[in-house]
């Protein structure tokens, strides 16, 4: 956990339920942003099995895809105002659960990677809880083999309940502490303009990063990653992306080669922000088979509204096998796990003293 | 008889004392002039600019002439953040530095004219704008010995008046002798770009 100032708000997270004695879900069909074909139905009925087992009241299918039908609504990757406003006030679900798969890949060993958030409904809605997961059948493989998975379904449905164990006890309010496999990987180049003070209180939106890597969707999987690492942090609070996404539609905003201050202006006046988190993703590779290493490279900046000034800037590059000394150990096999340690570098410096 | 030996080899131990000294001074007034030649061609100053007026900069889209098709890309964002994070200067972000250059219209971004760094200028609102190329990108043969090296220049060009301050090149990484030797694939292509910008800010400031 970091060293900084910001508190760690990972200890905070049950609490927007505090009162309630069960809340309604509404699961949102899967968005798949892997680039590849993934069993978007099968995953689903995952989620929706495991949180029925859990005790969490659904919005049943028939009524969600009656309000789907009747709003139009496609686009299942965030929740916008008027969506959460609706949704609350026609079926009475108290959130959504939105689900995206990063990455689904058969080939022997399988490796899967899923981000799922819990958004609130109503008039402002609020990301309760963010995490993601991903898995691989050879991150375990124990001894002469007898830990390596290669059934994909075995793995989906491994990775889901971990996913699912994390909600739940987000929602029991239980502290599971900061979830990182190992030490945070630094920047190699970071600053902050001294106008930025991590320990007051922001309101950030975070953008897509624009995309110059092969890797489909890169840009809004970073976009995931830094959600994930910043709601950590309580005196950060973060605009849901689907709301950012509304906005940066109606006001026909491109983002080319990132953030100008004069989109920056609309996007601080228009979401009430103070901060614009955007960057540039040049790498987010994952490897196919049993041979290779992750590789991630990214630059990311912070946008304040105040000073009209970039408060922060840091360039990262790491690859899966750069903590190997031998052996394989300590290697990692999926680009957002190596993106979320990454990420967490990343934060962990935005907001050191 | 042994008198006369212990002179003998006296003398010749001299002679050959007088001549590794000869060698040895000439051999350091070669590296030193070397040296001397080396550093004035690889890097150009304007003496009567105050860089300490410069405070706010914008760099360019460099201009790619290796293979690798992001290798500029890659360059300009190290460099972009390794200026930013010295401290000394403030950096546009890369969104406005597009906007800029697509309200200036310039179209050559590697070597824009000097009316176009001017335009720039008011446009960003920035003292000077870096350009540049990146020459080398990637890996080297020699043999059978592969390493990466990395190669670029880079101008700094006053908005006020559209002229050159400063202009250098570096290169770094490549097949060394002990690679030869040793064999190994040197540094990854990361480290020596990382190198190189670190050498050109040294340069610069």
């Given at each position: 956990m970091s060293t900084g100032c910001a508190r760690p708000a990972s200890t905070r997270r049950g609490e927007d339920f505090a009162g309630k004695e069960h809340i309604r879900v509404a699961v949102f069909p899967i968005i798949n942003l892997s680039g590849t074909p993934a069993p978007l139905k099968d995953l689903r009925q995952l989620l929706v099995e495991g949180l029925t087992d859990r005790g969490i009241d659904l919005l049943d299918e028939e009524t969600l895809q009656g309000y789907m039908t009747r709003h139009r609504?496609?686009?299942?990757?965030g929740i916008d105002i008027e969506t959460a406003r609706t949704l609350k006030e026609e079926t009475g679900v108290d959130a959504v659960l939105i689900t995206t798969v990063e990455l689904y890949n058969y080939t022997d060993p399988p490796k899967i990677s899923l981000w799922s958030r819990l958004v609130s409904t109503g008039s402002m809605p609020k990301i309760l809880w963010v995490d993601g997961r991903a898995m691989a059948g050879n991150d375990s493989p124990g001894l002469l083999g007898l830990g390596l998975i290669d059934d994909p379904r075995l793995l989906l449905k491994k990775t889901v309940q971990s996913l699912l164990d994390s909600l739940s006890a987000s929602l029991a309010n239980v502290d599971q502490g900061a979830r990182s496999a190992g030490k945070p990987l630094q920047p190699k180049v970071e600053y902050r303009l001294?106008?930025?003070?991590?320990a007051m209180k922001y309101r950030v939106a975070i953008v897509p990063f624009y995309d110059l890597s092969g890797r489909k969707n890169a840009g809004e999987i970073m976009e995931l990653q830094f959600l994930n690492a910043m709601k950590?942090?309580?005196n950060f609070e973060l605009i849901e992306p689907g709301i950012v996404r509304a906005k940066l539609l109606n006001y026909r905003i491109i983002l080319w080669r990132g953030v100008s201050m004069a989109n920056a202006d609309i996007l601080f006046d228009v979401l009430d922000a103070d901060l614009i988190l955007g960057g540039t993703v040049y790498k987010y590779d994952d490897y196919q088979g049993g041979y290779g290493v992750p590789a991630v490279e990214f630059s990311a900046l912070l946008l304040d509204?105040?000073?009209?000034?970039?408060v922060w800037s840091s360039k990262s590059i790491n690859k899966g096998d750069d903590r190997v000394y031998f052996f394989d150990i300590g290697k990692i096999n999926t680009a957002q796990k190596l993106a979320t340690e990454m990420v967490s570098g990343v934060m962990d410096q935005m907001v050191a003293k | 008889m042994e008198n006369r030996m212990i002179r003998k080899m006296k003398t010749i131990f001299m002679k050959l004392k007088t001549n590794l000294a000869i060698m040895g001074m000439f051999t350091l007034v070669i590296f030193l002039t070397a040296c001397a030649s080396f550093r004035k061609a690889d890097m150009y100053r304007?003496?009567?600019?105050?860089?300490?007026?410069?405070?706010t900069v914008a760099v360019l889209p460099l201009a790619n002439l290796t293979r690798e098709t992001l290798a500029a890309d890659r360059v300009r964002d190290v460099l972009a953040n390794s200026l930013y994070a010295t401290g000394g200067v403030y950096v546009v972000p890369p969104g406005e530095v597009a906007r800029g250059l697509s309200r200036a219209g310039v179209i050559n971004f590697s070597s824009p004219s000097i009316e176009e760094v001017k335009k720039l200028g008011g446009i960003l609102s920035v003292d000077a704008v870096i350009t540049g190329v990146v020459k080398e990108y990637g890996e080297v043969r020699s043999g059978s010995v592969a390493a990466n090296v990395v190669s670029m220049s880079l101008q700094v060009v006053e908005t006020?008046?559209?002229?050159?301050?400063w202009a250098a090149s570096t290169t770094k990484g490549g097949v060394s002798a002990w690679d030869r030797l040793l064999g190994g694939g040197g540094e990854p292509a990361d480290d020596v770009t990382e190198r190189a910008v670190n050498d050109l800010i040294e340069k610069l400031f």
């Open positions: 609504l496609r686009y299942t990757g001294p106008v930025f003070n991590p950590r942090f309580e509204r105040r000073s009209r000034e970039m | 304007d003496p009567n600019m105050d860089f300490g007026s410069i405070k006020q008046t559209g002229k050159v301050i």
